[in-house]
């Protein structure tokens, strides 16, 4: 009891302390509006992303003191953990480069003219390096408490027999199981060597562009390290929820959504390095090569590298998108909580249409890929085409035709999401390029110009917004096929209800603002011939995924079995809400300092009203994102709950609510036999770390049941009706009421539900299982 009390007290002590490191570091953003601003590294500033370790301090205490939600609290400490190394690496870089600057800047301060043209950068630069150095030890200090803090999870949770509630596998569901297992343990020591890989290869880069000099020598690719560290840390949860003797399926369920936090990192890294990071580059280095002069050659061969690293590094992160999906499958396959989820015969017409739509979306990659080489390819008629930025999204289309499992509802539940994702971003993608079809055709540079390159311009993008548009609807039809097989999949879980409409409006929030601001700065980059965004962060954001999300989300009141596939596009929203926002807030710097030049807004006044629409955005993209990662966090975190913990069977007598008044009451429904209850002066009922609500223990007093509460879930057979098992994020068996009463009582009926589902019935037998639970604060704390 000791014990866990001090457990409890020492991990909620951690959570205050993340939440005040958090707010530190967001009131250290707020500095850049001050004479002490980071100016110099407007490129990219990683501080207003730190705010995550406030909602990490937030949500650890909320799941602690209410004992749910070890798996969201888990993710959420080993994210803050990689998001504070990074960020201590970054600014130990920033404080190198400051005080060299500062260096040199007092080597001219004797020069003529010197201090009325840089006499207050000199008096601020002493400011700005304390900035800096405090960003370092509160990331490191971040890092050091969220280590901590996952230490004490870990101890919290304790292993106590349970009742005989699981499967006893069968000899080729053992096989199966293992097989999951080998191959999770490959992918992930594979995924962790080239995501190793890739963080040493992205700080070559970085060294490369420091070599050169001039604009580019900031740090510019700080989102491409985050998101190889990213990979690392959802390869070793891969690996120790595998190795490790305790919590293995809590470990696995956090792995799934590690690897769908990593591989939204790794794709949107695509997208940040082709355009227009590798199209500047190699357009730079064809420059150079064509011009024939001797003075140049020196210039000539760190441009080559350059060039040859980030091709390596967009490469090497492709790979990793598709490794990090396939450890979020195999993570689901081997998380087998009910007969259901052994089910691996798919149904004919199913698996015909997944092949269709599969050769589908691998012949429109193939289109995609090859408008990517026609528009980095040194051809005299492509003209300024931009083919880079679909790199990304052909491997959308490789994944949507690849990633699958043999086992029903992990390919079910994987392809919807995959494909709703892909509608989402084909959606925003076809009508840019229709917008990039009529200024081809209408834009009077491009008209005035004329000639190949003018005709040439326009079948590209043409080209591009046909393979859109066809694969945008090749992506609707497998998300209403997989859409449809799910909800006619049996379950006992409660729909989404009023918590998760009220905090789904900031999903939708976000993907309406990101949306207003991609229509607003491309209508008046052509319209004004303006762009004042230094990181074009909108292009970034996939604003319409996230009101398809939203969409999702209030269709999981009706159908309940899209609850989880509603979860981890929650989770993909919040992951592209981080990786978004330091491109917005760093925008918002940059268009401060140019509203503040007025000698260059006084030449030309139409560009003040400009500049202040495009703040207003800017601010409101960040804004947004805060919001979408904070309720889309808390929807992931009710999801969770009421995928664990399902309505209550026949003889249940608890119904545990989180987010709602009723903690302890006794369930009652038409088809349950009403319960007596004498309660005790110590009411205390334990959780499970696992999100197994099938096992408590409670000092309340139930006749003839004195201390054990049973929730009605005996062990499913293979001759009883089997419910939903969800083998991802929320992946415990499920108790239906309604569906369970009935199999209790009709045999037949529950066999005939069986075989309508692929699976002929069996005879297993159960076995005692162990239950993993968290000791509240004066709760047992044995092992």
Request: contains cysteine.
């Amino acid at each position: 009891m000791a014990s866990a009390a001090a457990y409890n007290c020492q991990i909620q002590g951690c959570n205050v302390i993340l939440l005040f490191l958090g707010l530190a570091s967001v009131g250290l953003a707020g500095s850049q509006f001050s004479r002490v601003g980071l100016d110099n590294y407007r490129d990219i500033d990683l501080r207003l992303l730190n705010f995550f370790h406030v909602l990490t301090g937030v949500i650890g205490f909320y799941c602690v003191s209410r004992s749910h939600g070890s798996i969201v609290a888990k993710t959420m400490y080993t994210t803050s953990i990689v998001f504070a190394i990074a960020t201590a690496i970054f600014y130990g870089f920033t404080t190198y480069r400051i005080v060299d600057t500062y260096r040199q800047m007092q080597r001219l301060q004797n020069t003529p003219g010197f201090e009325a043209e840089y006499g207050d950068d000199m008096n601020n630069h002493v400011g700005k390096i304390v900035i800096s150095a405090v960003m370092i030890g509160i990331s490191a200090a971040t890092a050091l408490v969220s280590m901590i803090a996952v230490l004490l999870l870990d101890r919290l949770v304790i292993v106590e027999p349970g009742q005989p509630a699981w499967l006893t596998l069968a000899r080729d569901q053992e096989i199966e199981l293992k097989y999951c297992l080998n191959i999770l343990t490959s992918l992930g020591i594979i995924k962790l060597f080239i995501g190793l890989g890739a963080v040493g290869l992205a700080a070559f880069l970085e060294y490369e562009h420091e070599l050169i000099g001039g604009r580019d020598n900031y740090i510019k690719i700080a989102l491409d390290h985050i998101a190889g560290m990213l990979t690392v840390a959802s390869a070793i949860i891969d690996l120790y929820a595998v190795f490790g003797r305790h919590h293995n399926v809590l470990n696995l369920k956090v792995g799934i959504a590690m690897s769908v936090i990593a591989a939204v990192w790794t794709l949107k890294s695509v997208d940040n390095g082709m355009f227009p990071y590798y199209k500047d580059d190699l357009r730079y280095y064809r420059n150079i090569n064509s011009i024939n002069e001797p003075t140049l050659s020196a210039f000539e061969q760190p441009r080559y590298i350059i060039v040859v690293a980030e091709g390596v590094l967009l490469g090497v992160f492709c790979l990793l998108f598709l490794l990090n999906c396939f450890t979020a499958v195999l993570a689901g396959c081997s998380v087998r909580r009910d007969a259901f989820t052994f089910i691996s015969h798919v149904p004919t017409p199913l698996k015909l249409q997944t092949r269709f739509l599969g050769i589908l979306h691998l012949f429109w990659a193939a289109c995609l890929i090859a408008l990517v080489l026609l528009g980095l390819c040194k051809i005299r008629w492509n003209g300024d085409y931009i083919g880079g930025d679909l790199l990304w999204q052909a491997m959308l289309f490789i994944a949507a035709a690849i990633v699958g499992s043999g086992n029903l509802s992990v390919m079910t539940t994987t392809r919807f999401v995959i494909s709703l994702t892909l509608f989402g971003i084909m959606v925003e993608k076809t009508c840019a390029s229709v917008n990039l079809i009529y200024q081809s055709v209408a834009y009077h540079e491009y008209r005035r110009i004329g000639g190949d390159t003018y005709t040439a311009r326009i079948i590209l993008n043409s080209c591009q917004c046909g393979v859109q548009f066809l694969g945008g609807l090749t992506a609707l039809t497998g998300a209403v096929i997989y859409g449809r097989a799910i909800t006619k999949m049996p379950s006992g879980t409660k729909g989404s209800n009023g918590i998760h409409a009220f905090f789904s409006l900031g999903t939708l929030f976000y993907g309406i603002v990101l949306t207003g601001s991609y229509v607003v700065f491309e209508l008046g980059k052509w319209r004004y011939g303006e762009a004042p965004l230094d990181v074009p962060f909108y292009r970034l954001g996939n604003g319409p995924l996230a009101i398809c999300v939203f969409i999702v989300q209030c269709l999981c009141g009706i159908y309940p079995r899209l609850l989880l596939a509603a979860t981890i596009l929650q989770v993909i929203i919040a992951a592209l809400a981080l990786f978004v926002i330091s491109s917005a807030i760093t925008n918002v710097y940059y268009l401060q300092v140019l509203l503040g030049a007025e000698d260059i807004l006084r030449t030309n006044p139409a560009q003040n009203t400009i500049m202040e629409v495009a703040i207003i955005l800017a601010a409101a993209s960040a804004l947004a994102c805060v919001i979408a990662t904070f309720t889309s966090i808390v929807c992931a975190l009710r999801s969770s709950y009421l995928l664990h913990h399902r309505n209550p069977s026949t003889n249940s007598t608890t119904a545990v609510l989180p987010l709602e008044e009723s903690f302890n009451t006794v369930a009652s429904s038409p088809h349950m036999l009403t319960t007596a209850v004498q309660p005790m002066e110590e009411q205390t009922v334990y959780w499970s770390a696992d999100e197994n609500p099938y096992f408590y223990q409670t000092s309340k007093r139930y006749y003839n049941q004195p201390y054990n509460i049973d929730t009605g879930y005996y062990g499913y057979t293979r001759r009883l009706s089997p419910t939903s098992g969800d083998s991802a994020i929320g992946g415990s068996p499920v108790s239906g009421e309604n569906l369970y009463g009935r199999a209790r009582s009709s045999p037949e009926y529950t066999a005939n539900s069986v075989r309508s589902l692929g699976q002929q019935p069996r005879r297993v037998v159960t076995e005692a299982t162990q239950t993993h639970r968290i000791a509240p604060f004066g709760g047992r704390s044995e092992m």
